[in-house]
């Protein structure tokens, strides 16, 4: 009972609907955009806004504050009845007369010449970096000036505002302190931000030094700043910076600075802020509902007219060809696009039709090339490495098929230490040699990185497992050889015991057989190891040797390979040539005619030694 078939999704509505996403990403975005844009415009307007108002609630305190010291100067300036020379008790008259702190008299020199503070006269004006700003007096242009409260130089834990006026011969300076400063500027401070307004709905407090409120939109004058809910904490609120309180129960963006004694508070409240954001990002956002759906229809309308519709043609002709019909011909030229696409639809059937005609003929040499790729993946030099005089190596393979799943393989892994080993894959043919290539990788990646045999076969096992659907394993012997002791590490997956060539008598090695390759994760691998001696040949092989069979069915078997490598082969190259050729002419003449159902692969080692070998180790 055939199952029913999957509904598809068309063209036309997955275009749609990615086209509707991609729409709605770009409006998402867009809106996104523009709301971050639109609050910095909003928060930076706001700032300059506080910033601009507070500068002026400023300028207002120091202007009355400068004024109010300047008329008083003036003031004590007429009323000196001896200008410069007017004596120390006249002034000290006239600065409890007026309130003040400190009064000055000052030739164009900038030597004080007189002062209600005796230890100031003779003082020179240049020398100090508070009073040489009074020198400016000295110039003949210039007639009065006032400097900021602020600390004195002299005693740090005193405020005090001075001014400057000029007399006949220099000028009279006029001080007052903090008490005085207080009294003065409160007359014009008090009330003056009841009517200030920042923005709508903003206002500005101003608080003395104490913190108390002597100008407040709430009339909550001589009350505590906290009063209103605010609290500013110097120390880790720096002027100048705006941040964020809670004032009069409207949550509000706040800024202050301080100003000859004075804290000025503006605040603004945050509803106001994000108003102007809201607006903006709703007009901009209408506007961009109505773009992206004008957008939307007309890309839909065109490229299901220009692409979709021409796709459902060629999709038409295309299911023709699939079910079989290669005399479809497509025929779509509604464009260029389009024409170039149905003339390569048609070539290309044209060409299939060739390739099918000729699929057959081209197997055997595509099978061909394999082999040779195959072999070209395996040590073929020999000998490999002709400088070494402490062993030498040969191997050969001889598949069943084009390509076949035995592999050899062999490599320094340092001065001193050999890799050689010998594998045989459950397969054969193209999945064989498939995974004998992935096999050899795998084994060699781990041998190089320095992990010992077991660690190598624990590692290559698992890494073989994951993915293994067609359930292939590999029966492989692996030994490390020190080149200067003579002493394998080995370990063996299933596979064949080597045979030990050793003064012309050959045996198989002692070995204990480890689970295959492949065959199940989670597989330990036991390290074994022998002693080779000098002149000691080692012959690894594939059961394809030793299971090859007869006319008669009769299998060459472990006796007789034994009787042909019990044999005097000669030293160096020459003799590991001579073991594998040995055998394959005997397994040749053994078989006859019959067909070879199995590859065979053959290494041999031959150790000479460098004379530090010890005794054999045993398992």
């Not at 400088?387 to 084009?402: N, Q, V």
Request: overall charge negative.
């Amino acid at each position: 009972m055939n199952k029913p078939s999957e509904k598809k999704n068309t063209i036309s509505g997955s275009f749609l609907r990615g086209l509707l996403i991609i729409v709605l990403v770009g409006f998402a975005a867009s809106i996104g955009l523009s709301w971050i844009l639109q609050t910095r415009l909003s928060t930076q307007n706001a700032e300059e806004l506080l910033r601009i108002n507070i500068g002026d609630v400023e300028q207002d305190i120091l202007d009355a504050s400068d004024a109010n010291l300047l008329a008083l100067a003036w003031q004590i300036a007429g009323e000196l009845p001896d200008g410069l020379e007017t004596s120390r008790p006249k002034l000290l008259e006239l600065m409890e007369q007026h309130n003040v702190s400190e009064i000055d008299l000052v030739n164009n020199d900038g030597i004080i010449v007189g002062c209600t503070n005796a230890g100031f006269v003779g003082f020179d004006m240049k020398t100090g970096a508070q009073s040489a700003e009074f020198m400016v007096l000295t110039d003949g242009t210039t007639r009065e000036f006032v400097q900021s409260y602020q600390p004195i130089s002299y005693n740090p834990s005193i405020s005090r505002k001075y001014a400057g006026v000029v007399i006949p011969g220099g000028f009279v300076q006029v001080a007052y302190d903090a008490k005085r400063f207080q009294k003065d500027v409160d007359q014009s401070v008090i009330g003056l931000t009841h009517n200030w307004h920042v923005g709508k709905g903003g206002f500005i407090m101003i608080a003395d030094i104490n913190w108390n409120l002597v100008s407040d939109p709430y009339r909550n004058e001589g009350k505590n700043l906290d009063v209103s809910g605010l609290w500013i904490d110097r120390r880790t609120m720096p002027e100048d910076e705006i941040f964020h309180a809670t004032v009069y129960g409207i949550p509000c963006s706040c800024l202050y600075l301080t100003t000859e004694g004075y804290y000025v508070v503006a605040v603004i409240p945050e509803n106001e802020i994000v108003m102007q954001r809201d607006t903006s990002v709703l007009l901009s956002s209408s506007l961009m509902i109505l773009v992206f759906i004008a957008l939307f229809v007309m890309i839909f309308l065109l490229v299901k007219k220009l692409v979709v519709n021409n796709i459902n043609k060629v999709n038409n002709s295309l299911s023709k060809i699939s079910e079989g019909n290669l005399n479809e011909v497509v025929n779509v030229r509604s464009n260029t696009e389009f024409s170039s696409l149905s003339d390569d639809i048609n070539a290309t059937v044209s060409t299939l039709k060739q390739y099918i005609a000729a699929a057959a003929a081209r197997i055997d040499q595509e099978l061909a090339f394999a082999k040779n790729i195959q072999q070209s993946a395996l040590p073929s030099v020999f000998p490999p490495y002709p400088d070494r005089k402490d062993f030498s190596l040969y191997a050969a393979m001889d598949t069943a098929k084009e390509v076949g799943g035995d592999f050899y393989d062999f490599y320094l892994l340092d001065e001193n230490d050999l890799a050689f080993l010998i594998a045989d894959v459950s397969g054969k043919g193209i999945p064989g040699a498939m995974f004998m290539m992935t096999g050899k990788t795998v084994i060699r990646d781990y041998a190089e990185r320095g992990d010992d045999p077991a660690d190598v076969f624990i590692n290559a096992n698992n890494k073989l497992c994951d993915g293994n659907d067609a359930e292939m394993f590999i029966t492989a012997w692996m030994g490390f050889l020190n080149t200067e002791t003579g002493a394998v590490r080995f370990v063996n997956a299933g596979h064949n015991a080597p045979v030990l060539i050793r003064n012309g008598q050959a045996s198989f090695i002692t070995q204990k057989a480890n689970l295959t390759l492949a065959a199940m994760e989670g597989i330990r691998y036991r390290e074994q190891s022998l002693q080779l001696e000098p002149g000691d040949m080692l012959y690894l092989y594939t059961d394809g040797v030793t299971e090859a069979v007869d006319v008669n069915e009769e299998l060459y078997g472990n006796d007789r390979l034994l009787s042909v490598l019990s044999a005097d082969f000669g030293t160096g190259d020459e003799a590991c040539e001579k073991v594998c050729r040995e055998v394959k002419r005997d397994l040749d003449a053994f078989v006859g005619e019959a067909e070879q159902f199995d590859d065979i692969t053959m290494l041999c080692l031959y150790f000479k030694g460098t004379g530090n070998q010890g005794s054999c180790t045993g398992d």
